[in-house]
């Protein structure tokens, strides 16, 4: 498998501008995770999904984000309007049996 | 409240010196799991290892060792003869809810100079 695949790499986009970011977990995991990470908050849960319904979206900072996962190969993360504090490191992660792995990241800057 | 202290910020050594990663946890959970992950400064999360509440064998791998106290909540790291390319900022995370989420501590940068 190659792993979790996030995209795109790198995204920079203007202030109030909609976001779409990308995520495929590993073929069979059953748990995905969307997390950002910025030098301030760290390493920070937004929302989890367990086979493909999301179970706790708590971390989600405001009403501008939203996830979906259609299905069991696909979760985007949307960021509308985006605002410049958004700028992070948004990481996806796919798990099975209690052990997570990440994808690459998208570093999102927002200008 | 359940959360991860990863007290050392930053750590300095110098190659083939051994380095020890602390971490403590809180949970509510009677049964869970505790990971580390690696951050290289490329920026991906490398999986280095998952320990189970009930096992609470130390584990080495090659120049990695995890000792794990339960009593103490602590899940240390330790890398022995450490080399440049074990530079990164390592996280401890214990996963939560009986569920594989993880809450992250705020990673121990590790610098190895040669």
């Known amino acids: 498998d190659a792993g979790v695949i996030q995209s795109p790499r790198h995204e920079v986009t203007e202030m109030g501008q909609e976001v779409t970011l990308r995520c495929k977990p590993i073929?069979?995991?059953?748990?995905l995770f969307w997390y950002r990470q910025t030098m301030m908050r760290g390493l920070e849960l937004l929302i989890y999904?367990?086979?493909?319904?999301?179970?706790?979206d708590s971390g989600m900072p405001e009403d501008r984000f939203s996830a979906k996962m259609p299905n069991a190969s696909f979760s985007t993360l949307k960021i509308q309007p985006s605002e410049p504090r958004d700028s992070a490191v948004y990481f996806c992660?796919?798990?099975?049996?209690?052990?997570?792995?990440f994808g690459q990241g998208t570093r999102l800057t927002v200008v | 409240a359940q959360k991860v202290t990863q007290a050392q910020t930053e750590i300095s050594v110098v190659e083939k010196e051994d380095v020890t990663l602390d971490c403590v946890y809180e949970t509510r959970d009677t049964t869970y799991y505790l990971f580390w992950y690696k951050q290289p400064p490329s920026g991906e999360l490398v999986f280095l290892i998952r320990r189970n509440s009930f096992d609470e064998q130390n584990e080495i791998s090659g120049r990695y060792s995890w000792n794990f106290q339960k009593s103490t909540s602590s899940f240390n790291f330790t890398i022995t003869a450490s080399q440049v390319v074990d530079s990164a900022v390592y996280f401890c995370?214990?996963?939560?809810?009986?569920?594989?989420?993880?809450?992250f501590g705020t990673g121990t940068r590790l610098q190895v100079f040669p």
């Open positions: 995370a214990p996963s939560l809810d009986n569920t594989d989420k993880l809450i």
């Open positions: 999904f367990n086979n493909n319904v999301p179970i706790d």
């Open positions: 992660a796919s798990s099975l049996g209690a052990q997570a792995f």
């Open positions: 073929s069979g995991h059953d748990y």
